[in-house]
């Protein structure tokens, strides 16, 4: 009997590179028969924690210019939608309230992808309760329904306790992605992962 | 009459992934049919520039964790050779104004990647000049000369100016690669950015 290899996928709504990863991760592991465990979680208590209380991206010019150009860049080469939003980062809170609160994978991530898609094409708020209601509805989930336990101490906890986890194991910046403790992080790193799951797993 | 395809290669001594790119992008350039121009430059004033009086890798504790088990990982998978610096950064200064006075392609190229060994693979001082000298010499370049000569107002102004235009191209970090005006950074784009000067050159 053998053990399906695995890793983590740690994403945060308001960045750019988790979209990339989030519309490949899916397709990519299922090629290597990799499992792919979706988390949700928030980079801003992380940055805080580093004295950032903004985007790197727009803390650092040259950064931040460099990043969408390469966003631009990497959706032409890989065939994905894009729009530079008009607003970044956006608040990725309840989102990922929402998400936490989605148990069953195959949901969480198609709503993910929904939500990422609002974002970096749509140029929608995907702090608006409204639109988050909308993107569950599409889904088939119960909007109402779930934005009330996405409310919930519980779920507000558990989110939390995972941005803890995060920052414990050293994560640092999103997408990242964790294979046991092994860290990769990076859309850009997504393939060394699979391949560092296989092997290893 | 087909012009060849080229880029410019820029980095920095004190730069861990400078030193990867340094050993793999002659082999990969060749095989891509696309040339080389390197540039060394001083990331210390670009840091400065943003506010930060040491790397990132010192100021961003996580970040740093990463980078270290990242340039173990890389260094295994590539089969080069590695040894965490006991010292980090080192002060490049001294080697990148010699390899700036070294305007022969091959022999930067040979004197560069003798520096990268020096820092990354025998942990010696870089910033000593009876080191360097003793590298040019077994690269079987004028040692005292080029001491004398890197040491010159002439090559002091060139690298510097050379440093304020990498600032002034949008240059961020090390290494980095500008195939034209387009802007890749990071050993990890070394391919992509290989791949658009054949596609666009």
């Given at each position: 009997m053998t053990q399906t290899p695995a890793l983590e996928f740690w994403f945060e709504f308001a960045s750019t590179y988790s979209y990339l990863a989030a519309a490949e991760i899916e397709e990519k592991s299922l090629a290597a028969g990799v499992a792919v465990v979706w988390r949700p979680f928030l980079l801003g208590p992380i940055f805080a924690s580093q004295g950032?209380?903004?985007s790197p991206f727009n803390l650092y010019r040259a950064k931040g210019a460099y990043m969408w150009r390469d966003m631009e860049r990497l959706c032409v080469e890989k065939g994905l939608a894009w729009r530079k939003p008009?607003?970044?980062?956006?608040?990725?809170l309840l989102a990922a309230r929402v998400a936490t609160a989605l148990n069953e994978t195959g949901a969480l991530s198609r709503f993910a992808k929904a939500v990422f898609r609002a974002n970096f094409?749509?140029?929608?708020?995907?702090?608006d309760p409204a639109l988050i209601e909308a993107l569950l509805d599409e889904q088939g989930l119960p909007g109402p329904d779930l934005l009330n336990h996405a409310a919930s101490n519980e779920i507000k906890t558990a989110l939390r306790r995972r941005t803890e986890e995060a920052a414990a194991r050293g994560l640092f910046g999103a997408p990242s992605v964790f294979v046991n403790d092994e860290l990769f992080w990076g859309d850009d790193r997504l393939d060394a992962a699979l391949a560092w799951a296989r092997a290893r797993c």
């Open positions: 950032w209380t903004d008009t607003q970044f980062p956006r608040n990725g094409v749509q140029d929608r708020d995907i702090s």
